[in-house]
């Protein structure tokens, strides 16, 4: 089981960092991504990363400004976002899976098998 924290309202141009922390899961492997959605839209992948690997990937709409990581002592995963700006305004969800997914595979939802239950991150203007 996932939960996610650290939403809150901020600013245009302010930082955020969301954390993801889980219970009968372990983030040293497989994958873990972070997706949102906004109201009235559908949801969206943001980033995620193969931890075997080493490799994230980022939606174009978040590269440059957001970066996953995680602390394997505390078992945590966070996205920092950065100059946030009024359209990342969505409520955030961290996801996992035990599996090293596939470049085509990371932003799809259906192959998270773990979900959090969303923090809400409002931007601004």
């Known amino acids: 089981q996932l939960q996610a924290s650290g939403g809150g309202l901020v600013q245009a141009g302010e930082s955020l960092r969301l954390s993801c922390t889980a219970s009968g899961h372990t983030f040293s492997s497989g994958t873990t991504g972070w997706f949102r959605q906004a109201p009235g839209k559908e949801r969206e992948f943001v980033a995620s990363r193969r931890w075997r690997f080493g490799s994230a990937a980022y939606s174009d709409s978040v590269r440059g400004r957001f970066t996953i990581s995680r602390d394997n002592a505390k078992n945590t995963v966070y996205l920092q976002m950065d100059s946030l700006k009024p359209e990342d305004t969505a409520v955030y969800y961290c996801?996992?899976?035990?599996?090293?997914?596939?470049?085509?595979?990371?932003?799809?939802?259906?192959?998270?098998?773990?979900w959090g239950q969303g923090t809400l991150v409002t931007v601004s203007s």
């Open positions: 996801a996992a899976t035990s599996s090293g997914l596939i470049t085509s595979s990371l932003s799809d939802s259906r192959f998270y098998n773990y």
